[in-house]
């Protein structure tokens, strides 16, 4: 059977550096509330200059280097974000176009925090289907162009930033011993739009809007959500967690990714964290965190990987795959 194997990783990070403490001052809160509450120490903030399509391109650079390939090679890119440059065209194809690739295709995908997962999953049904030998998916945000700057629950939580993989078709046996993804989990349910939400849009206000979130409805909703698509993930492999060697977690909040760890079972010397490092940067989380441990030499090739996200929406969903 053909698999959805990665050749490699990318990121990208603007160049400002926002810590916790710039925070005071401009709004009701310190590090310390800031550490206890989420873990998040730092995150990037985009420049004027560097947007959702320049740290698109960056991460895409990054990792067709690592792979070894060039633009040219690629059939299609996916990029996952809720920011994009402009209502439309989709930023992928202005991504496409700076990478000087005008062969295959581009589009975007919205699933907010879960967009990459989301994305990643519909590169391999493309593979699969033989529509397309190389995907370059790609998680790339903006999101402190849409955060109210004076809402101190939600402005000290996100961050800029952009991660990309490179997925290419190969032969598996239909083993859970073939590199590449071997399964996925997807869920959605637009009832709980309200706790999550930008509060405007082209066909609403006409205007972009601001980042919106009842926080403790989130965390409530969050473990359940989750640990339900990893084990829907888990039994559609047939492994456990203790088969694991990696999870990768979207960065939202330490305390969300400790306790759904707990509850799956997974060990906590098994749980990538980057959220102290970049907070939440949305649909360019997991690709970020990925890349971090790819990069430092934690995730090797065997390697067991288990990618998790829940955004607004609600969606959420699972991918395990083999290095």
């Known amino acids: 059977m053909i698999r959805s194997i990665v050749r490699a990783t990318g990121s990208a990070l603007p160049r400002r550096i926002m810590k916790n403490t710039d925070f005071e001052g401009v709004v009701e809160t310190s590090d ?4 206890q509450r989420t873990g998040i120490r730092q995150r990037h903030v985009a420049a004027d200059d560097e947007t959702t399509a320049s740290l698109g391109e960056a991460a895409a650079r990054a990792a067709l280097a690592n792979a070894g390939l ?16 402009n209502t439309f065209p989709a930023t992928a194809v202005e991504i496409q176009h700076r990478l000087g690739m005008s062969n295959g295709f581009a589009f975007d995908m919205q699933a907010v925090c879960s967009g990459f997962v989301y994305a990643i999953t519909t590169a391999d049904l493309y593979i699969r289907g033989g529509l397309a030998k190389r995907v370059l998916v790609i998680g790339a945000e903006t999101f402190s162009r849409i955060l109210d700057w004076n809402d101190r629950s939600t402005c000290v939580l996100f961050g800029d930033g952009a991660g990309a993989v490179l997925l290419e078709a190969a032969e598996g046996d239909g083993a ?49 959500m989750i640990t339900d698509v990893i084990e829907a993930t888990f039994s559609a492999a047939g492994i456990t967690a203790d088969d694991l060697d990696w999870f990768v977690p979207h960065q939202a909040n330490k305390r969300i990714i400790d306790a759904s760890a707990k509850k799956l079972g997974i060990a906590e010397e098994k749980v990538v964290i980057t959220v102290d490092l970049h907070g939440n940067t949305s649909a360019a989380s997991v690709p970020l965190a990925l890349s971090t441990a790819v990069n430092d030499g934690r995730i090797k090739k065997g390697d067991l990987v288990l990618l998790e996200a829940m955004g607004g929406g ?3 969903g699972a991918v395990l795959l083999r290095w």
Request: proline residues 3%; aromatic residues 6%.
């Open 32 to 35: 310390e509330w800031i550490v």
């Open 176 to 224: 859970v011993s073939d590199s590449g993804i071997l399964a996925a989990s997807l869920r959605s349910d637009g009832q709980h739009k309200d706790k999550l939400f930008v509060d405007g849009g082209p066909s609403t206000t006409g205007t972009v809007g601001h980042l919106r979130m009842e926080g403790r409805e989130v965390f409530k909703h969050a473990v359940g």
């Open 70 to 85: 060039e633009a040219s090679d690629l059939d299609l890119i996916i990029l996952a974000t809720s920011t994009p440059n």
């Open 314 to 316: 609600f969606t959420w």
